[in-house]
């Protein structure tokens, strides 16, 4: 079996620029030769001046040191990668169009330059199996990558006509795939369920705990004082306010943590499937929406705080309030990506556009830039 190349950026290489640990490239291929300085014909202060830099221009130039044919022979013996291609589609100079539509991807001619994800083939598999773990005598793909290398390429956008496969086996597939109009098919029922027993306990109708009788005696809302409704609104409305934060919050802090992440792969694992995937590939029908399961991992912790927070009819209110702002924020995100919009939020499209084609370290807000402005995050256009 060969031995497997791993795939580097040059800031990789850079960081490897001491006589500790001392790296150089050469023609796209990079050399660890920390235990030759001390060997080097010229010297080992002669290799640390090119630390973690190329070396090709200075082997070349006699002012520096003669090269023989057996000296470039040798240099695979140092050979513990090579530099990625680092194609970049992401730039500072895109500009958003009303009618903006992106060429598809040559699958194979994007893996044979970019030694990444084979798009023709289930991509999980391949981030486990094929970049961040060693299989002994399993089969596995000739290349793998460093943290920033697959931060690098994640970044740059690839399309294809139809969703690329993420699992092999159909159950776990069907997982990873979702239509926009399951959002609110799911969530408003859910939503207007809570929001009752919101409005239900602040009228002082008892009500047994869900898991006991999920059941609502939906005879006494039109008996029930204004002051329920009204307590019920504005908890429904703080809610609204709670998810705008919670949408910037998840997006920025989560979502988007990148070069905060530890490198190891149940980590990288983790960002590809939460939002490496959608960045990866920002036009798949099928992955603009949150998967269900998804959803419920994630509001979980922050409905189970609102009932350690709030009595539990403000809690439920809240809570309302919040998933139904969760269903517009991901319907209008599969807008902003496949429906022509009305002008204002046609604005706001080119906006979250930018996010994915121009800077994805800006301009996290969604739905709104509101949070964007208050933590210094726009994006100009």
Known sequence: MSKRIRIFTASDVLQHNSESSCWITYRGKVLDVTNFLADHPGGEELILKYAGRDVEDAMKGAEEHVHSESAYDMLDEFLTGRLGAGESVVSDDWVATDDFTPEDTDEAADYEKNRFLDLRKPLMRQMWDGNFRHLGSVYRPSFAHSKAYYLQQVHQPRHLPESARLFGPPMLEMLTRTKWWVVPAIWLPIA??????S????GGVPLAPFK????????????????AYLKTAVSFFFGNFVWTLLEYGFHRFLFHVDFYLPDHPKFLMIHFLLHGIHHYMPMDKLRLVMPPVLFFTLSFPMTQLAHVLFPAAMANGTIAGSFVFYVIYDTMHYAMHHTKLPSYLREQKKYHLAHHYKNFELGFGVTSKVWDYVFNTVLPL
């Open 199 to 202: 409005l239900l306990q602040f």
């Open 192 to 197: 207007a369920y809570i929001g009752l027993r």
């Open 212 to 227: 006991v009788n999920p059941y609502l005696p939906l005879g006494f809302v039109f008996s029930l004082p204004a002051s």
